[in-house]
């Protein structure tokens, strides 16, 4: 796991390399990610960048499905760029 994963909310932690784990770890952003709130909260922490850093040094098939799923739900939800935090009326 990339190093700039490990750090993203500046806290020291081993990387883990388990696959089984790493799937897990993404089906829940993957859940977290399904409402709204939880969207705007992974976008507040630069989520979409860590699981592209991710991704791109990933070389377990069944892990790069895990993140394409939550890539593709973010993409599908608000395109590619941070969803707007403003209603409209």
């Known amino acids: 796991m990339p190093l700039e994963l490990g750090s993203a909310l ?26 709204d709130a939880g969207r705007r909260a992974f976008w507040s922490v630069n989520g979409p960048r860590i699981l592209q850093v991710g991704y791109e040094d990933e070389q377990d ?13 973010l993409v599908d939800n608000s395109g590619t760029e941070e969803p707007s935090t403003e209603k409209s009326n």
């Open 61 to 73: 098939p069944k892990v790069m499905e895990a993140y394409e799923r939550v890539g593709s739900l």
């Open 10 to 35: 500046s806290i020291e932690r081993e990387p883990v390399t388990d696959p089984e784990i790493q799937v897990q770890v993404l089906e829940a952003i993957y859940l977290i990610t399904l409402q």
